[in-house]
């Protein structure tokens, strides 16, 4: 079995961005643990985003298997 990896303390958000662009979550799930928040309806805001046809189709089959509540 390899050696164990540990989530690295942070000193700033970019230097989480970098860690978290080269590492994947599934190496560090163990030491994650769950929160709980809410969204004001206040804050939520709609964007645009443009993404390709394939993905695009993907999604909507997805929310097709799992409902309205996808998407």
Same mark, same amino acid.
């Given at each position: 079995m390899g050696t164990r990896k540990y989530i690295p303390d942070f000193t700033s958000y970019?230097?989480?961005a970098d860690f978290w662009d080269t590492h994947g979550l599934a190496d560090y799930w163990e030491q994650t643990e769950?929160? #709980?928040f809410e969204i004001s309806?206040? #804050?939520r805001r709609r964007y645009?985003?443009?993404i390709d046809h394939d &993905?695009?189709?993907r999604v909507?089959? &997805?929310r097709n298997i799992e409902g309205p509540h996808v998407g």
């Open positions: 970019e230097e989480m769950p929160v #709980a309806e206040q #804050a645009v985003v443009h &993905l695009r189709s909507q089959r &997805l």
